[in-house]
């Protein structure tokens, strides 16, 4: 039996090719909006100016980022072959923008009280990867 078998009979996890500029640029201090300029499908940028806004108290603006970076990730999870569900591991770093714009959907969702959205993303976020779920909330 091969080691890394899914002994569950799901599909496998997907991993998201690395893509590390965006991170890099972010974690030197560059600006989201300048990342996500740079690198619009890049779902990590799109997640961090989700936060910011959130944090600012601009809910809907954070909303719009989030979604934004959401759909960038089902383009990119897509391309790496998910097909709609299955595990997205948070402790593959690359799938971690998709998972906090996930997340970040989902808490601007609730706030604006848009809950069967809130509920939609909060239940996709746990089934794709029980460890974002936990770390995020």
């Known amino acids: 039996m091969p080691i890394h078998e899914n002994l569950l009979g799901g599909p496998p996890p997907t991993h998201l090719p690395d893509e590390p500029e965006p991170r890099e640029l972010l974690a030197s201090g560059t600006a989201p909006a300048d990342v996500a300029a740079k690198y619009p499908t890049s779902s990590l940028a799109w997640a ?56 970040a959907l989902a808490r601007a969702a609730q706030a604006i009280g848009e809950q069967e959205e809130y509920e939609r993303c909060s239940t996709f976020l746990r089934d794709s990867s029980p460890t974002a779920a936990d770390m995020l909330s």
């Open 48 to 103: 961090q100016l989700a936060d910011d806004a959130f944090q600012g108290g601009r809910t809907v603006e954070s909303y719009a980022y989030a979604r934004t970076g959401y759909h960038r990730g089902l383009d990119s999870l897509r391309r790496a072959g998910w097909k709609g569900h299955g595990p997205v591991p948070w402790e593959h770093e690359p799938n971690r923008g998709f998972l906090r714009a996930l997340h």
